[in-house]
């Protein structure tokens, strides 16, 4: 059966115009490709201050050839972490180490924005002194959790209160404005993947019954609070988001007949504020869509004549994907993330149609070099 949005066909060959090496123009960000480095969480800041280090700096630097780098999820306050070792963005400290990333980028000739990342329910009380993890409402996602001690179980959260809902709005507040005494680009708002303000977005994780729960105006209302409060701090030209529309049956929360409407209130509340960027990513896999009400076969394709700004498509794309979707006006630039892991060199590997070095999982989050500073270039 036919879904509501249609479908898209990439098709099995493409001539190589290399749209994807051409320039953009991102809001306020001139970007001199359309290969976007996707954020990955890396698990790199060992150190008591979680604040970001000079290996750091090296790694970005080394993938500075992209368009535009989306940086690793970036904790705007210690309530907000949901795993170890991520970098923050609330102290001196770390304004500090990531002035380290940013200079390095800059000078290789790239841009980088900071994702800012609150992770709400998805957390641990090991993070958090014993106490439960934050999130809308009391309901326990019922998840398992990467941590040094191995993958515990998620615990019921502490329901938040009208108070520290607008404590965190001022954390995302400062989170901007450090961003840029960082010398950030912009930054990118993590409003996906199961995190707080996918959490605020989902009848099934927020079932509040004030201003923040019930109608999809006031379950958005968390992100409207926080957009006003960036642009109080920062040029919203400089300003993107993510969103995920299809993750099914991921980190607690079940693709359902609200889903969409409710993502498409996100983005028209979004059109308003003259943002750079829409960041979506497309299912992984036919497993993610399984079962799922009006099955969404391309999330690019639905939301395209809806957002007034551009788009950032990812979703475990190739060149010749990318190409596709790019020649198919379905977006602006293409995210990649696992091939910017192992492939520092990845802008002039497509624009040489070179093969693609494989990543190491097994390095992707255990720290130090390995796996992280040492996939050897083209050049090498």
Request: net charge negative; proline share 7%; hydrophobic share 40%.
């Amino acid at each position: 059966q036919a879904s509501r949005m249609g479908s898209f066909q990439a098709p099995l060959f493409i001539a190589m115009t290399q749209e994807l090496l051409t320039p953009f123009r991102l809001g306020a960000l001139d970007l001199r490709n359309r290969v976007v480095m996707a954020p990955l969480t890396r698990c790199r800041c060992d150190n008591p201050g979680y604040v970001p280090t000079e290996m750091m700096a090296r790694y970005y630097a080394q993938r500075a050839s992209a368009g535009l780098i989306i940086s690793e999820g970036t904790i705007v306050s210690p309530q907000a972490r949901g795993y170890p070792f991520t970098p923050g963005i609330w102290s001196a400290e770390q304004v500090a180490g990531w002035r380290l990333v940013t200079d390095a980028v800059h000078e290789k000739g790239g841009l980088i924005v900071c994702q800012l990342w609150h992770c709400g329910r998805l957390s641990l009380p090991e993070f958090h002194d014993g106490q439960p993890p934050v999130a809308p409402s009391a309901v326990n996602p019922n998840w398992k959790m990467f941590s040094t001690t191995g993958h515990p179980e998620t615990v019921t959260p502490h329901a938040l209160t009208r108070d520290e809902i607008k404590a965190i709005v001022g954390d995302f507040r400062r989170g901007a404005a450090n961003a840029m005494a960082a010398g950030f680009d912009g930054i990118e708002i993590h409003s996906s993947n199961g995190y707080l303000f996918h959490q605020f977005f989902s009848h099934q994780s927020n079932q509040r019954d004030d201003e923040y729960g019930g109608s999809h105006e006031n379950r958005a209302r968390f992100f409207r609070e926080v957009l006003d409060a960036v642009g109080e701090v920062m040029p919203l030209d400089r300003v993107g988001f993510r969103l995920n529309p299809m993750l099914n049956h991921f980190h607690g929360i079940t693709v359902d007949e609200d889903t969409v409407p409710m993502w498409e209130h996100v983005v028209r509340i979004a059109n308003g504020y003259g943002l750079a960027y829409l960041h979506l990513t497309e299912p992984l896999s036919p497993k993610q869509v399984a079962n799922t009400p009006g099955t969404l076969l391309d999330v690019g394709a639905h939301f395209r004549p809806i957002a007034t700004m551009p788009i950032i498509s990812n979703g475990a794309l190739d060149q010749a994907k990318g190409e596709a979707r790019l020649a198919a006006n379905l977006c602006d630039a293409v995210a990649y993330g696992m091939a910017w892991i192992a492939n520092p060199d990845l802008v002039e590997r497509f624009r040489r149609g070179a093969p693609l070095n494989e990543p190491d999982r097994d390095t992707f989050y255990q720290g130090g070099e390995k796996g992280y500073l040492d996939y050897p270039t083209l050049a090498a």
